[in-house]
């Protein structure tokens, strides 16, 4: 396998990010090599990168129904994070949470220990749209959805990329919706609502791309992804 692919698909960092520290020179067998291309035998070579060696470790793919009170990350000094819903065993592979939901939000979390594919799913140039259900204090119309779909500006002076929001229903002091996001900027429905003059009050994130939350898992329960699954997201 090619050294920026191992690396990559063993660590939490992209193929670009990958090319620069090969170009610095990475320790195999003693030697320093400053080529991507280089072919690493999976059962003999020994790997050295951030001064550890660095095992394969087939790729895992899990998706998580994230409950409220938990954060996207791996570690946190205050709050519980979604690694601590996994068993220990599944805990050890390097597996990471893909993308972040605020800690108030509840659905599809992906973790992998596949850093290239993670970096694919989050990089808003592959324009990959996040679907969540939403419910606001207030009336949507077809003024947000509108304005969304033209790109709505958060952060004093950032455009949205084009949003799709469609209204399941829409009462003056609670509305509900879908909406699909291909960025992930913090907490930006959040602050798309709040441009329409309206908060948040409920928050679950439905897709990522063509994976699907499975319907059956209970808040705070995960699987692994099936063949089919993978085949789609890769
Ligand atoms: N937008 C938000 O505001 N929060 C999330 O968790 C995800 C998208």
């Given amino acids: 396998m090619r050294l920026d692919k191992f690396i990559s698909n063993n660590s939490k960092y992209s193929r670009s990010e990958v090319k620069k520290f090969i170009k610095k020179g990475i320790l195999i067998n003693g030697k320093l090599i400053k080529d991507a291309k280089y072919d690493v035998n999976l059962d003999?070579?020994?790997?050295?990168?951030?001064?550890?060696?660095?095992?394969?470790?087939?790729?895992?793919?899990?998706?998580?129904?994230?409950?409220?009170?938990?954060?996207?990350?791996?570690?946190?000094?205050?709050?519980?994070?979604?690694?601590?819903?996994?068993?220990?065993?599944?805990?050890?592979?390097?597996?990471?949470?893909v993308g972040r939901l605020d800690k108030d939000t509840e659905g599809l979390i992906f973790l992998t220990?596949?850093?290239?594919?993670?970096?694919?799913?989050?990089?808003?140039?592959?324009?990959?749209?996040?679907?969540?259900?939403?419910?606001?204090?207030?009336?949507?119309?077809?003024?947000?959805?509108?304005?969304?779909?033209?790109?709505?500006?958060?952060?004093?002076?950032?455009?949205?990329?084009?949003?799709?929001?469609?209204?399941?229903?829409?009462?003056?002091?609670?509305?509900?919706?879908?909406?699909?996001?291909?960025e992930g900027k913090f907490h930006q429905i959040k602050k798309m609502m709040k441009v329409a003059g309206m908060n948040v009050i409920y928050l679950k994130r439905l897709s990522i791309g063509k994976l699907k939350l499975d319907d059956n898992l209970k808040l705070g329960e995960y699987r692994y992804l099936n063949d089919e699954e993978v085949k789609e997201l890769i």
């Fill in 113 to 182: 220990n596949d850093g290239h594919l993670s970096h694919k799913l989050i990089s808003p140039q592959k324009n990959i749209f996040k679907k969540y259900y939403v419910e606001v204090d207030g009336e949507l119309n077809e003024e947000e959805v509108k304005l969304f779909e033209s790109g709505v500006i958060i952060d004093k002076d950032y455009m949205c990329k084009p949003a799709i929001l469609e209204i399941i229903e829409a009462k003056k002091m609670k509305s509900s919706a879908y909406i699909q996001i291909s």
């Fill in 44 to 97: 003999n070579d020994m790997v050295i990168f951030e001064g550890i060696e660095f095992k394969h470790i087939e790729n895992i793919y899990i998706m998580l129904n994230k409950p409220q009170g938990y954060v996207s990350a791996t570690r946190d000094a205050r709050d519980k994070t979604v690694l601590d819903l996994l068993s220990d065993e599944d805990k050890i592979k390097n597996i990471f949470p």
